[in-house]
C-alpha cells in the first residue's frame, strides 16, 4: 500500500526543487519525447524492481497506477504523483500540460478497476466543478509545476480533469 500524503506546500529543500520543477525549461524538457521514453517508462519497471523504493528518492510521493490496456487488455503502468482527500486519492493525468490526456486516463476511464502501489481502487474524473475548483488549489499547492502544466494544456485547448481513486 501507499503511504499516506497531505497536499501540503512543500518547504525547504522540496521547495526549492519544486521551483526548478516548475520552470518553462524544466517543463518544456519534461513534454519532450526522449524524457517521456527514458523517464517515465523506465520508472514503473525500476519501481517494481525495487519494491517501490525508488519513490524514496523522489522530491514527491509517487507510485505505480495499473490499468487495463484497451488495445490489448494487458496491464498498462506508469508511475503518477498523487496526494490523498480524506481515504481518496488524487492523481493530475498533466502529462506536463501536452495536448493530449495521457492513454492511462482513458483505461481507467472505461475500467475503472485500478491498481495503485499494489492497492485496488475505483477510479473516476471529477466532475463537479466546486470539488474540481477544491482539489486543483490542493494539486498546485502541494505541486506547483501542475499550475503551469494547466496553463500550458489550455493553450492547445486541452482542460486537464482529475482523477478520483476510491478504495475497493
Do not use: C
Not at 516548475?22 to 519534461?30: F, H, I, R
Not at 526522449?34 to 524514496?56: S, Y
Not at 501536452?98 to 481507467?108: H, Q, Y
Amino acid at each position: 500500500m501507499i503511504p499516506h500524503v497531505e497536499p501540503v506546500e512543500p518547504t525547504g529543500p522540496r521547495r526549492l526543487i519544486m521551483r526548478l520543477l516548475s520552470n518553462p525549461v524544466m517543463t518544456a524538457a519534461e513534454r519532450s519525447l526522449p524524457f517521456r521514453l527514458l523517464v517515465w517508462r523506465l520508472t514503473p519497471p525500476l519501481m517494481r524492481l525495487t519494491g517501490g523504493r525508488l519513490a524514496a528518492l523522489l522530491p514527491f510521493p509517487a507510485a505505480v497506477l495499473e490499468t487495463r490496456d484497451l488495445r490489448n487488455g494487458r496491464p498498462h503502468r506508469r508511475v503518477v504523483i498523487y496526494f490523498n482527500d480524506g481515504a481518496a486519492v488524487i492523481v493530475v493525468p498533466s502529462r506536463a500540460g501536452g495536448p493530449r490526456d495521457p492513454f492511462w486516463l482513458e483505461n481507467a476511464v472505461v475500467e475503472p478497476a485500478v491498481r495503485l502501489g499494489g492497492g485496488a481502487y475505483r477510479a473516476a474524473v471529477v466532475a463537479d466543478k466546486a470539488e474540481q475548483a477544491r482539489l486543483w488549489k490542493l494539486a498546485e499547492r502541494f505541486y506547483p509545476p501542475n499550475a503551469s502544466y494547466r496553463a500550458h494544456a489550455a493553450r492547445s485547448g486541452r482542460k486537464i480533469p482529475l482523477l478520483k481513486l476510491h478504495p475497493r
